[in-house]
């Protein structure tokens, strides 16, 4: 007979495999977690500067104010987080940038950019120029100068932009502009207001693969347009609400674009001369389940030039699996 508190063997067992398994959790801690949270490291800054340390977050707390560029961040994953403050670039009027990158895995976050001078014109906002897999999440931005620009990447690819507001009040402003084989990029649940004439809230051009889902648009100055996909492959745009109310505008214009996806959208144009869907030498595109509204001499879905009926092997546009 057992006497009262001893253990039997396999209760030692037991015990002992519990033991080891505490302690071989405890070592991979050590490996594998630790260390990164050691090279995880924050700052707060409070001016306008190069951010050039990998691997860190630096947190604005304050509103800041340039006279050009404000931030160029020069290293790889590098985040800034503005909690809500305000970045004021090219106070001046010199051209600028808010926040330019040229470096991988950049995030921007909780931004308000406002480009503070109207005068001279190509000033962005954000800037991505072989930036790549960056994020640019919940920030508002406003422009001012004719063509200035909200978000422009160039040569940047598997980025995502999301809860982003932009409004643009100079001529030929752009809002987002993706360029120079920025493909495969990610944009879901933005804002973007043009007020100026020639305006374009939306550009992809000479890209792939980039899916732009869930977006508002209103423009309202003449020839203005939506979304405009330039020699954009493989694009789909998806669930979003288009407004225009310019003379001879376009809610989604594509020129020379093909295997590309038009779905779910609603598109509403009421100035003169100004198609809901306008496509420009852009054959085998699926048009399918938009809601179209248009008034002032205008038809729903313009093609230009005409489909030729000697073209048999000329690939037609399709809404709801039929040519159009």
Do not use: H
Request: with cysteine; glycine share 8%.
């Amino acid at each position: 007979m057992k006497k009262r508190g001893e253990l039997t063997t396999n209760k030692k067992l037991w015990i002992g495999l519990l033991i080891a398994l505490i302690l071989i959790l405890l070592l991979f801690l050590l490996l594998f977690f630790v260390p990164k949270l050691k090279n995880k490291t924050y700052e707060n800054i409070t001016s306008c500067r190069e951010l050039n340390q990998s691997n860190k977050v630096y947190y604005l707390i304050q509103n800041v104010s340039s006279n050009e560029t404000c931030f160029n961040i020069s290293a790889n994953n590098v985040t800034i987080d503005c909690q809500g403050n305000m970045i004021n670039f090219s106070s001046s009027g010199n051209v600028g940038y808010g926040i330019i990158s040229t470096y991988n895995l950049t995030s921007i976050k909780n931004c308000v950019l406002v480009e503070a001078s109207n005068t001279t014109g190509n000033k962005y906002a954000i800037y991505f120029v072989n930036s790549n897999n960056g994020t640019i999440l919940n920030n508002s931005i406003i422009t001012l100068a004719s063509d200035s620009q909200a978000v422009f990447f160039e040569s940047s690819s598997y980025c995502k932009i999301s809860g982003t507001n932009v409004s643009t009040l100079g001529s030929s402003g752009t809002g987002i502009s993706i360029k120079s084989s920025s493909d495969a990029n990610i944009f879901l649940d933005n804002s973007i207001i043009t007020a100026g004439s020639g305006s374009k809230a939306f550009i992809v051009d000479s890209s792939v693969d980039n899916i732009v889902s869930r977006t508002t648009i209103v423009t309202s100055g003449s020839t203005s347009q939506g979304i405009s996909l330039y020699s954009a492959t493989r694009s789909m745009i998806s669930g979003s609400d288009i407004t225009n109310s310019g003379s001879e505008s376009r809610g989604i214009y594509l020129d020379y674009t093909t295997n590309s996806t038009i779905i779910n959208n609603k598109i509403s144009t009421s100035g003169s001369e100004s198609p809901g869907i306008y496509l420009s030498y852009s054959p085998g595109n699926i048009l399918q389940n938009n809601a179209i509204s248009v008034t002032g001499q205008s038809v729903e879905i313009y093609i230009f030039p005409e489909p030729a009926a000697n073209e048999p092997n000329q690939p037609s546009n399709k809404t709801k699996g039929k040519p159009i």
